[in-house]
């Protein structure tokens, strides 16, 4: 064990440099029972290795797993926001004392475990202490739904990190960052963390809050796991680059990378970044205003207040050894051609500003080049590569609703009109998918997940290489469509529900599905005895008793006009 953190005595986990060592456990590991992690288990990993999480040597036991949950605190009392954990579905191969493989999505053996817990654990405690909600329109109250109800715990012997052969030399560890922040040679670091590209208001800020300790600056931009529907890090990271470049002092400003699965947790995940950069080296936060907030929830309020991470970060400044620089809304002064805190203007001064909306509708959305005071001009130009507007942009259509309901018709219609408009679009039916890609898999919920999980996975490519692909299929389970939502980001997902009361569906069965579920000879049929669990805000809904499949469509079609969607 390598002591890592001064002066808060973090250790890394086992990290395994001996190479005879090494070449021994490898050899085990082959006749080791495997557990597969996830994108998410994978970066928590990395982080646990290189010792990010410090003080954790290791994946949560339940001792500290219930008290981080409830008092945001480790068993001994030591301040620590966040679970991390490494859940599983089941007990095979999983046995108390024994090992097991752990391994990526490409079946890369990362290291080994000494299974020395195993426990239960509550996802609505977890959502409603943790992240202050348990609204399905929360990214990781979705993601939860499909984690394994029990964690695993215990020793950790980790024998490769994972490969990043992108951007290497910003891809710093703690220990890395420690040595490059100090040949800055200043007392005080303030670090910056972003998931977004840093605009004119936020690079004053960070420029400002060094000046105010004579501090260098630690650009620490999220590049694992953000906000589902964020900007790629691989365009954000060329943006950070130019940046520093062009427009930082180099000999006070460091750009490291950080490979960390964010939760998204607002006011805990502001404590939890701070804790992290002290392990990098930095003894100074900024935290702005709605620190990582994943926006609004499903009643169109905020899941946050604007500045309760700032006040949550404050009040254990002094025992995380970090002192939190908080920063109020900023805006652009045009008469001084400079930034301030709108709070601390007199009622008289001008200021202008751009919303997300309006940088995305106004701007990006119209290929018009974003204002100097906004943005750098060379930022600009990188983002506009990136983000074409928003009738070239990708974007999943997806209908649910009762079989019988009306989806397959409509979305027929809808596609003719698509293409007519010069779009590209791809039609993933629930029946046919089931024939195809999701052939074998039966009617239990698990399966009927399974199956609507690999239609959205198949429609989140597509949105993300710029097409339009409409979806039909029932998808009964709120919790399951949220999740399809995360994955592409609710700017690129159109949920329409068509809602055909029960006795019109049946009328309108030819197959006579339902006369058999009446009957008992189908189990499981939604509907009958099984739930559709109705969409809490849809962003159509659509009558089809009242309306024709033709005015359905059109009216679908001036949903997307107005969002630009189609030209």
């Given at each position: 064990?390598q002591?890592l953190i001064?002066?808060?005595?973090?250790?890394?986990v086992?990290?395994?440099v001996?190479?005879q060592?090494?070449?021994g456990?490898?050899a085990?590991?082959s006749n080791l029972?495997?557990l597969?992690l996830?994108?998410?288990?994978?970066?928590d990993?990395?982080l646990l290795?290189?010792?990010?999480?410090?003080p954790l040597d290791g994946?949560m036991r339940?001792?500290?797993?219930?008290?981080?949950?409830?008092e945001?605190r480790?068993?001994?009392?030591t301040?620590f926001?966040?679970p991390i954990?490494l859940?599983v579905?089941h007990f095979?191969g999983l046995?108390?004392?024994?090992?097991?493989?752990l391994r990526?999505?490409?079946?890369?053996?990362?290291g080994?475990?000494?299974?020395?817990?195993?426990?239960?654990w509550?996802?609505s405690?977890?959502?409603?202490?943790?992240l202050?909600?348990s609204?399905l329109?929360h990214p990781?109250v979705?993601?939860m739904?499909h984690?394994g109800k029990f964690?695993?715990?215990g020793?950790?012997?980790?024998?490769?990190?994972?490969k990043?052969?992108?951007?290497?030399d910003?891809?710093l560890?703690?220990a890395?960052?420690?040595?490059?922040?100090a040949?800055?040679?200043?007392?005080?670091i303030?670090?910056?963390q972003?998931?977004n590209p840093i605009h004119?208001v936020?690079?004053e800020?960070t420029k400002?809050?060094?000046?105010?300790?004579?501090?260098?600056?630690?650009l620490?931009?999220a590049?694992?796991?953000?906000?589902?529907?964020d900007?790629?890090?691989?365009?954000r990271?060329r943006?950070?680059?130019t940046?520093v470049?062009?427009?930082?002092?180099?000999s006070?400003t460091?750009?490291?990378?950080?490979?960390?699965a964010?939760?998204?947790?607002?006011?805990?995940?502001?404590?939890?970044?701070?804790?992290?950069?002290r392990n990098?080296?930095?003894n100074h936060f900024i935290?702005g205003?709605?620190?990582a907030?994943p926006?609004?929830?499903?009643?169109?309020?905020p899941f946050?207040?604007?500045t309760?991470?700032?006040?949550?970060?404050?009040?254990?400044?002094d025992?995380?050894g970090v002192?939190?620089?908080t920063f109020?809304?900023?805006a652009?002064l045009?008469?001084?051609?400079?930034?301030?805190?709108?709070?601390k203007l007199?009622?008289e001064?001008?200021?202008?500003s751009l919303?997300g909306?309006?940088?995305?509708?106004?701007?990006l959305?119209?290929s018009?080049?974003l204002p100097?005071?906004f943005?750098?001009?060379?930022?600009?130009?990188?983002l506009?590569e990136?983000?074409p507007?928003?009738?070239?942009?990708?974007?999943?259509?997806?209908?649910?609703g009762?079989?019988?309901?009306g989806k397959?018709?409509t979305?027929e219609?809808?596609t003719?009109l698509?293409n007519?408009?010069?779009r590209?679009?791809?039609?993933?039916?629930g029946d046919?998918?089931?024939?195809?890609l999701?052939k074998g898999?039966?009617?239990?919920?698990?399966d009927?997940?399974l199956?609507i999980l690999?239609?959205?996975?198949?429609?989140?490519e597509i949105?993300?290489?710029g097409g339009v692909?409409?979806?039909?299929?029932?998808?009964?389970y709120r919790?399951t469509?949220?999740?399809?939502?995360?994955m592409m980001?609710?700017?690129n997902f159109?949920?329409?529900?068509?809602?055909?009361?029960?006795?019109v569906?049946?009328s309108?069965?030819?197959?006579?599905?339902?006369a058999k579920a009446r009957?008992g000879?189908?189990?499981?049929?939604t509907?009958?005895?099984?739930p559709?669990?109705?969409?809490d805000?849809?962003?159509?809904?659509l009558d089809?008793?009242?309306?024709s499949v033709?005015?359905?469509?059109?009216?679908?079609l001036q949903?997307?006009?107005?969002?630009?969607l189609v030209?």
């Amino acid at each position: 064990m390598q002591n890592l953190i001064e002066p808060f005595g973090g250790t890394l986990v086992d990290l395994v440099v001996n190479q005879q060592e090494r070449s021994g456990l490898i050899a085990q590991a082959s006749n080791l029972p495997s557990l597969q992690l996830s994108e998410r288990s994978v970066c928590d990993l990395e982080l646990l290795a290189t010792g990010g999480f410090s003080p954790l040597d290791g994946f949560m036991r339940q001792a500290d797993h219930e008290r981080v949950v409830a008092e945001m605190r480790l068993a001994d009392g030591t301040v620590f926001p966040i679970p991390i954990t490494l859940p599983v579905n089941h007990f095979e191969g999983l046995e108390l004392g024994k090992r097991i493989a752990l391994r990526d999505a490409h079946n890369d053996l990362l290291g080994v475990m000494t299974v020395e817990e195993i426990y239960e654990w509550s996802r609505s405690e977890f959502a409603n202490n943790v992240l202050g909600t348990s609204d399905l329109r929360h990214p990781l109250v979705t993601e939860m739904e499909h984690w394994g109800k029990f964690n695993i715990a215990g020793k950790l012997q980790v024998l490769a990190l994972p490969k990043h052969p992108d951007f290497r030399d910003l891809r710093l560890t703690p220990a890395q960052t420690r040595e490059s922040l100090a040949k800055l040679n200043r007392a005080n670091i303030v670090a910056f963390q972003t998931r977004n590209p840093i605009h004119r208001v936020h690079e004053e800020m960070t420029k400002l809050a060094a000046d105010m300790i004579d501090g260098a600056i630690l650009l620490h931009p999220a590049v694992g796991l953000t906000k589902p529907g964020d900007i790629d890090y691989f365009t954000r990271v060329r943006t950070y680059k130019t940046l520093v470049e062009n427009h930082y002092d180099t000999s006070r400003t460091l750009l490291s990378l950080l490979p960390i699965a964010m939760r998204m947790a607002g006011p805990r995940e502001a404590v939890w970044h701070a804790i992290i950069r002290r392990n990098h080296g930095a003894n100074h936060f900024i935290i702005g205003r709605d620190h990582a907030s994943p926006g609004i929830d499903s009643t169109g309020k905020p899941f946050y207040e604007p500045t309760a991470a700032q006040e949550l970060a404050k009040s254990v400044s002094d025992e995380i050894g970090v002192e939190i620089m908080t920063f109020g809304e900023m805006a652009y002064l045009p008469d001084e051609k400079t930034y301030g805190e709108i709070a601390k203007l007199p009622a008289e001064t001008k200021t202008i500003s751009l919303s997300g909306t309006q940088i995305r509708e106004e701007y990006l959305g119209r290929s018009k080049p974003l204002p100097e005071w906004f943005t750098r001009p060379e930022i600009a130009a990188i983002l506009a590569e990136s983000y074409p507007p928003p009738e070239k942009q990708g974007v999943c259509l997806w209908f649910t609703g009762l079989s019988g309901a009306g989806k397959s018709a409509t979305a027929e219609v809808l596609t003719i009109l698509l293409n007519e408009r010069g779009r590209r679009v791809t039609v993933l039916d629930g029946d046919v998918v089931r024939t195809h890609l999701s052939k074998g898999l039966g009617f239990s919920k698990e399966d009927r997940d399974l199956n609507i999980l690999r239609i959205g996975f198949v429609a989140s490519e597509i949105v993300r290489h710029g097409g339009v692909v409409i979806c039909a299929a029932v998808s009964p389970y709120r919790s399951t469509r949220s999740e399809v939502r995360q994955m592409m980001g609710s700017d690129n997902f159109v949920e329409i529900f068509v809602d055909t009361p029960l006795d019109v569906c049946e009328s309108r069965d030819t197959k006579g599905m339902y006369a058999k579920a009446r009957r008992g000879e189908i189990k499981g049929f939604t509907g009958i005895d099984d739930p559709y669990e109705l969409p809490d805000n849809a962003e159509i809904t659509l009558d089809t008793t009242k309306m024709s499949v033709d005015e359905n469509a059109d009216l679908i079609l001036q949903y997307l006009a107005s969002r630009n969607l189609v030209a």
